[in-house]
């Protein structure tokens, strides 16, 4: 597992206490997130289910460092996010948490190493490592031969599995994986959910956000999201019995 980004924690990797998120446009306000408190540890899997519209993807935005809360405290691997520096919360969302989306996010021109590599490029890595990197994190979800094919060429399974090569190339040791299996069929969800679980084996935390019940199944814990608010942690009293 990675140790220099997140070394090991005597606290919660991730930790939201009473955040909430409201959205503005004019006069109208809407409360994306209601005083959420939740606490994952480090080599967690997680799953946060809800239905559309209750918030999840946007408390995963926050955790992600994509978004800020609008009140409460979040706090990454211990340190207070709303203290972190632009240029520091650039370096945690370029080297510090992969990300993979519903929508795969490739660039149509470039082939699955390139798509890869960028965030490598984005971090000043040289070409030739570059390469050589997104080829091992290609290999690693099983794509070593479809380096040289663009999104157009691959499958639905195939483009996520890269975009999930995307997220490894730079050796985070927290994973975000918004819908990950939203736009696949059922084979290509087993193969992407069997893939994440081989990472979360290897010692990478997991959150998932899911919809899907048998999706959520996948993970060791569910946080259930309803309206902004946090109405279930399976995780709650083993955390207590942590501290205790």
């Known amino acids: 597992m990675t140790t220099d980004l997140f070394p090991t924690l005597e606290f919660p990797l991730l930790e939201l206490r009473g955040v909430s ?14 005083g959420a408190c939740i606490a994952i540890r480090e ?35 211990g340190q207070d996010v709303s203290t972190m520096s632009e240029e520091e919360l650039a370096d945690v969302r370029n080297r510090r948490i992969g990300f993979v989306f519903q929508q795969f996010n490739l660039l149509a021109s470039l082939t ?41 060429e691959l499958s639905g399974g195939q483009q ?24 696949l069929d059922s084979a290509s969800t087993t193969d992407v959910l069997d893939l994440l679980a081989e990472l979360h084996v290897a010692g990478r935390t997991i959150v998932l ?28 009293h083993q955390e207590a019995t942590h501290r205790g």
């Open 43 to 77: 080599g967690e899997f997680v799953a946060i289910t809800g239905p559309s519209g209750s918030g999840k993807s946007t408390l995963m935005h926050v955790l992600g460092c994509l978004d800020s809360p609008t009140s409460g405290t979040y706090r990454l691997a």
């Open 112 to 152: 699955a190493g390139r798509n890869v590599e960028l965030p490598l490029c984005y971090a000043g890595v040289r070409r030739a490592e570059r390469t050589a990197r997104a080829t091992e994190a290609l290999a690693r979800v099983g794509l070593a031969h479809r380096v040289e094919h663009r999104p157009g």
């Open 160 to 183: 996520q599995r890269v975009a999930i090569a995307r997220a490894l190339v730079t050796d985070p040791a927290l994973i975000l994986a918004d819908e990950p299996t939203g736009n």
């Open 209 to 236: 956000i899911t919809h899907e019940a048998d999706v959520a199944a996948a993970a060791a814990r569910t946080v259930h999201i309803l309206d902004g608010a946090i109405q279930n942690d399976s995780g709650v």
């Open 21 to 34: 998120k409201t959205y503005r446009s004019g006069s109208l306000q809407v409360q994306a997130l209601r």
